[in-house]
T-cell receptor
Framework: EDQVTQSPEALRLQEGESSSLNCSYTVSGLRGLFWYRQDPGKGPEFLFTLYSAGEEKEKERLKATLTKKESFLHITAPKPEDSATYLCAAPNQAGTALIFGKGTTLSVSS | DTAVSQTPKYLVTQMGNDKSIKCEQNLGHDTMYWYKQDSKKFLKIMFSYNNKELIINETVPNRFSPKSPDKAHLNLHINSLELGDSAVYFC????????????FGSGTRLTVV
């Protein structure tokens, strides 16, 4: 069964305290691994797509990496405005829809 | 200029009623989707439409029916609403079955009382 699992469920950081979020997947023939950010009361906002193991993408304080079995979202020196739920997703085996993980809710305090 | 817009943003209704949620995208995408996000924030695919054809339907009760009058619109009709239907419903769109990511609307919070 196609599945995307994220950990931890929740993460509390102090401003400037770097950390990583994990996303593991069991989708055969992976055709992309997607990261989204969701703020309360809003829809998910696209961050990155990674297509092959070893690929990395960066945006401001965020860096996403991909291995053959998992992806990491590294957050360097986070600020309170980085507080949000981060969602990982992968296309199902048929390629007809994205399967989402349950997300990691990040809280950054000043 | 909103890329994917949903209406209404909030919907409170009684059990047994029939309701609709509308979705429109102005991105020229060829595929649209409906997702349900439950109280634990878990996003689950309900339907997708590609060029006006339903291409997936993930074990959703037949009280839910998507209607796509054209490529830019995908409405969600729900009959005989139940308490368990309370959730946030998100519309999304993509090009080429989403290999460049989906664009989501801001969601419709449905509360059934």
């Amino acid at each position: 069964e196609d599945q995307v699992t994220q950990s931890p469920e929740a993460l509390r950081l102090q401003e400037g305290e770097s950390s990583s979020l994990n996303c593991s997947y069991t989708v055969s023939g992976l055709r992309g691994l997607f990261w989204y950010r969701q703020d309360p009361g809003k829809g998910p906002e696209f961050l990155f797509t990674l297509y092959s193991a070893g690929e990395e993408k960066e945006k401001e304080r965020l860096k996403a990496t991909l291995t053959k079995k998992e992806s990491f979202l590294h957050i360097t020196a986070p600020k309170p405005e980085d507080s949000a739920t981060y969602l990982c997703a992968a296309p199902n085996q048929a390629g007809t829809a994205l399967i989402f993980g349950k997300g990691t809710t990040l809280s950054v305090s000043s | 200029d909103t890329a994917v817009s949903q209406t209404p943003k909030y919907l409170v209704t009684q059990m047994g009623n029939d309701k609709s949620i509308k979705c429109e995208q102005n991105l020229g995408h060829d595929t649209m989707y409906w997702y349900k996000q439950d109280s634990k924030k878990f996003l689950k695919i309900m339907f997708s439409y590609n060029n006006k054809e339903l291409i997936i339907n993930e074990t959703v009760p037949n009280r839910f029916s998507p209607k796509s009058p054209d490529k830019a619109h995908l409405n969600l009709h729900i009959n005989s609403l139940e308490l368990g239907d309370s959730a946030v419903y998100f519309c999304a769109s993509s090009q080429q079955q989403g290999m460049r990511g989906y664009t989501f609307g801001s969601g419709t919070r449905l509360t059934v009382v």
